[in-house]
């Protein structure tokens, strides 16, 4: 950065460094606004508010291509003495706390270089800190706190916002899980179709609507049909949806000798 600059300063004794790329040919605005920008900074504590007005339009209006800099970090970093963290909450303090004026229908349709007077009062400190605040959190800070007190403010805030979520969290229903296709279990075979239907719910029984009857045991493994309902405990899963009946039995228990494929009476 070039210190002890001033608006009497001559544009011509700016010393700039320039990138290493040839942009566009470099203009007489882009050039007086390193100046604009070169005094505010050497006055910083004060001209705080113009200089992130100076350092907005620099960077909307792409002055820094004049100087052979793809992006506006470079320029600053280069020629600023300031990194582009420090120029971007420069520029949002501006952008947030500025006066502006609005169109008939809402919208915003120019910022002043002049804060707005409720924020008049307050320090650039106080002013970073309430960056991601709302505007009701804003209202419970006075320019009289320090900014360790502006923290606390937002940290209940946070925590707040915390809880509310999890609240959010612990109450919402959980996704339902897709069902899946049971028409594969007619083309499955072996131990395939033993895992597939070991597997099943009802709830995986509820679209599925084919007119026989299927009877599996305990592992998913199919039995003849001839073994009846009788030799122990089984699940019944039935659905008559458009008039056509499909059940399918599935047994929760089965004793060795059943495995072993031995009928019942």
């Known amino acids: 950065m070039q210190f002890g600059v001033s608006i009497s300063t001559k544009e011509s004794d700016l010393n700039i460094v320039y990138g290493m790329y040839n942009l566009r040919e470099e203009s007489e ?18 001209n705080y508010f113009r200089l992130g007005f100076h350092l907005s339009e620099f960077e909307s209006m792409e002055y820094y291509k004049d100087f052979g800099y793809l992006t506006f970090s470079e320029f600053v ?34 910022r002043s270089n002049h804060i707005d007077d409720k924020y008049e009062d307050y320090s650039y400190s106080q002013l970073c800190e309430m960056l991601p605040m709302s505007e009701d959190a804003r209202k419970k800070v006075t320019p009289a706190m320090s900014v360790k007190q502006i923290r606390e403010i937002k940290k209940v805030k946070n925590v707040s916002r915390e809880k509310e979520n999890v609240s959010q969290v612990a109450t919402s229903q959980p996704e339902e899980k ?18 597939f239907v070991k597997s099943l719910s009802v709830a995986d029984l509820e679209e599925y609507h084919y007119p026989a009857i299927y009877l599996f045991d305990s ?12 030799c122990c405990g089984y699940e019944i ?29």
Not at 87 to 107: H, L, M, P, W
Not at 178 to 195: E, F, I, T, W, Y
Not at 237 to 265: Q, V
């Open 29 to 46: 605005f882009a050039r007086a606004s390193v100046k604009y920008i070169y005094t505010d900074l050497n006055a910083i504590q004060t």
């Open 219 to 230: 592992d998913g493994k199919p039995l003849p049909f001839e073994y009846g309902f009788g």
């Open 178 to 195: 897709p069902k899946k296709d049971l028409s594969k279990v007619v083309s499955l075979h072996g131990s395939a179709r033993q895992s």
């Open 237 to 265: 899963y039935h659905n008559t949806e458009n008039g056509c009946d499909a059940l399918y039995f599935k047994l929760s228990t089965c004793f060795p000798e059943e495995k072993e494929g031995a009928a019942h009476d």
């Open 77 to 110: 970093e280069a020629n600023l003495s300031m990194d582009k963290s420090a120029a971007s909450r420069c520029i949002n303090v501006f952008r947030e706390f500025c006066q502006k004026e609005y169109d008939c229908t809402g919208c915003l349709k120019r």
